[in-house]
């Protein structure tokens, strides 16, 4: 099966511009996640939907980073204004709860966001 | 407040060598352990879990590792280190009701030499 797919895979912006990335989960995954991870850090959080509603978004900077999930499929994350702090690589991952795997999260290579 | 140490940012060993990876957690509940491998560039992968049981959890790739409830760790051993396992490990925790919110420690870094 094909794994989480994300675009692009990298991306250099100046602060205070807008970004904006992508997140396709694998098919039939009911949950899907994106994490922030800071160079010398694990992964963080950010938001977690279950198919497009949202279940946690309590670690998501809601005065810049805003997500999606229309249709309960692919996602969309963006950054409006971005932030020197903002640099890091964020990350995708995608699960299905009801199947014999429910506790696995399958990532998504990430993309990688420097902030200049 | 959950949390995961992994005291050792960075590890090199030679490929043939045995390894152990350390991970101390804090959580008051039985947690469930997962270790994860992220190669560069990629997307990070399971490599194997700890729910309850037998304490001696055996994954993917020759790996294992063993919970030990006294000392709150979840060290991850591999007996013969190969060139390919290079790559950056994380032990992560999560809550046993709710499994899915995982807090992930800051990683180590393993470097093989020939």
């Known amino acids: 099966e094909a794994g989480v797919a994300q675009s692009p895979r990298y991306k250099i912006i100046e602060k205070r511009q807008s970004v904006a990335f992508w997140c396709n989960p694998i098919?039939?995954?009911?949950?899907l996640y994106w994490y922030q991870q800071i160079l010398g850090q694990g992964p963080k959080l950010l938001i977690q939907?279950?198919?497009?509603?949202?279940?946690?978004d309590s670690q998501l900077p809601k005065d810049r980073f805003s997500a999606e999930r229309l249709k309960g499929v692919d996602s969309t994350l963006k950054i409006q204004p971005a932030k020197l702090e903002d640099s890091a690589v964020y990350l995708c991952a995608s699960s299905s709860p009801a199947g014999p795997l429910w506790y696995e999260q399958y990532f998504g290579p990430g993309t990688r966001l420097t902030v200049t | 407040a959950q949390s995961v140490t992994q005291p050792d940012i960075h590890i090199t060993v030679s490929e043939g060598a045995s390894l152990e990876l350390r991970c101390n957690y804090s959580?008051?509940?039985?947690?469930?352990l997962f270790w994860y491998v992220q190669s560069p560039g990629q997307g990070l992968q399971l490599l194997l879990k700890y729910f309850s049981g037998d304490t001696l959890v055996q994954g993917i790739k020759g790996f294992e590792a063993e919970f030990k409830r006294s000392q709150s760790s979840f060290n991850l051993r591999k007996p013969s280190v190969h060139w390919s396992d290079a790559a950056e490990y994380f032990c992560?925790?999560?809550?046993?009701?709710?499994?899915?919110?995982?807090?992930f420690g800051t990683g180590t870094r393993l470097q093989v030499f020939p």
């Open positions: 098919s039939g995954h009911a949950t």
């Open positions: 959580y008051g509940a039985t947690p469930y």
């Open positions: 992560a925790v999560g809550r046993s009701y709710n499994t899915d919110k995982l807090i």
């Open positions: 939907f279950q198919n497009n509603g949202v279940v946690d």
